[in-house]
């Protein structure tokens, strides 16, 4: 189906603010320990904990964890508690009892506790890092001799489906807006496919976008599951549900669940990619059947998203030195042109160089001692004046920047052919006087998956909600939106917005 409409914010506050991290539940692939951070002592477990030490965990509280693995390890574990815990710390253990019998854990330090999360019994594998060790090698190598974000994002997909052995696997990236836009994908036969297609935010809302910045990654083996409860279910430190925010092992809404499940999918791992600590996107992975991975591969994908996340900021920034480079090279010759004109108007529109080459804009207007002096495709005059107006009316005295003037400006759809975007250099707000750049309207189409407008439906009572069901190709062209201002052409103008208000105070 097909839709026109103004660019429109899909990010949802009501997913947003529910409280992932006290959900107070967890997956079943593993078990959590908290443990107090001084004597070690278990404060808290998850009610499957038999599985690892065959014990209730009625019987494990209160009790020393140290008493349930080896002497030696409890002893280095002790050494390496006081030492300091940073970040999250992957280490063996043997059960006293039972030496044979060990596991892995995923230790971190969140005062006044330690987490540890256990893979269970059974799931541990002797070859897993060992075996895949020259696979990662190979692809870290790969990667770093990418020479664009485009050809990482491809690389990524096609190593990361190698190792994982997940029968999908996509590069999905945030737009300004929060959207996903997925860039890149490998997929087995049979799968649906959705390069080029574009998520609403809501899909992957604020509250869980944050949770990737303290999780690398985010593993449901199966959709199918019975979340796991703590005991005791109130921590008795806090008096409050145990922040998970953290955990890996953190049980999934049930509307996440539901949404895998009309995705056609049963198993399901994300992997950040973070730029500028800042989410950029995330590396989704699917499968059609349950798939559990363990930690010592789970820590191979990591440090695939880590070296990922570099190269890709070292793209971008290199990218942005030249941009920025350029822009500069047209602010110093604008400078140049400024200090050997008569007036601003000849400075700033001159033969050799102009405002348009340096806001990157289709027009440029100034507004000056009640003059309106343009260049290139811009609003009538009347339209202008009425654009300096509002912007007096809405006390608009330093840089300001909007591609959907319509958006924000209800007289904006009139003239959005030349300027849906504009970028303002307030000269002397209180007389009126800016410099405006305008950029024309760029329709495009977005192939969304799904409606977006259906992202989240509510039933009756207003309470319980779904995920939309469909993720079939939905077509929107978005109108009355320009291209948008980059951070270094916003900088740039405000440097000679500076420049110029020197320039006016020196020849007055």
Known sequence: MNQTRDKKTYDS??????????????????????????????????????EVFG?????????????????????????????????????????????????????????????????????????????????????????????????VCELTVAEMKKISGFDKVMVYQFDE?????????????????????????????KQARDLYLKNPYRLIPTREYTPVRLYPVIN??????????????????????????????????????????????????????????????????????????????SIADMEELTFNSKLKDIQSRLMRQMYFSNTLSQGLFGQDVNMMELLNAGGVALVNAKQVTTMGDVPTNDQIKDIVYWLQSNHVSNIYHVTSLSQVYESGERFSDVASGIIVMPINANKGEYIIGFRPEVIHEVNWGGNPDEAINFENDGKNYHPRNSFRLWKQTVRNSSLPWKEGEVTVAGEFRDFISDYLWKKS
Not at 177 to 198: C, H, K, Q, S, T
Request: glycine share 4%.
């Open 177 to 205: 807006d929060w959207n996903g836009n997925v860039v890149a994908e490998i997929a087995e036969p049979g799968m649906n496919e959705y390069l080029g297609f574009r998520f609403p935010a809501s899909d992957i809302p």
């Open 13 to 50: 506050d009501f997913c947003g603010s529910l409280p992932l991290h006290l959900i107070n539940l967890i997956q079943p692939y593993g078990v959590l320990v908290v443990l107090d951070s001084g004597d070690l002592s278990i404060i808290q477990v998850s009610e499957n904990a038999n």
């Open 236 to 313: 008795p430190v806090t008096g409050a549900f145990l922040d998970l925010s953290s955990c890996n092992l953190r049980s999934v809404p049930a509307v996440h669940l539901e949404y895998l499940k009309n995705m056609e999918v049963v198993a399901s791992m994300s992997v950040r990619i973070i730029k500028d600590g800042r989410l950029w996107g995330l590396i989704a992975c699917h499968h059609r059947e349950e798939k559990y991975i363990n930690l010592e591969v789970c820590s191979a994908l990591e440090l695939i998203s880590n070296v990922i996340s570099a190269r890709i900021t």
């Open 55 to 151: 014990v209730p965990p009625q019987s494990l509280v209160e009790t020393s964890f140290e008493q349930y693995i080896q002497p030696s390890q409890a002893e280095a574990f002790r050494q390496k508690v006081k030492q300091g815990i940073n970040g999250r710390l992957q280490l063996k253990f043997a059960l006293a009892d039972q030496p044979s019998q060990q596991f892995t854990a995923l230790v971190q330090l969140k005062e006044p506790f330690l987490l540890l999360e256990l893979e269970k019994s059974g799931q541990n594998s002797q070859t897993s890092f060992t075996q895949k060790y020259e696979e990662l090698k190979e692809a870290i190598e790969t990667l770093n001799n990418a020479s664009s974000a485009k050809e």
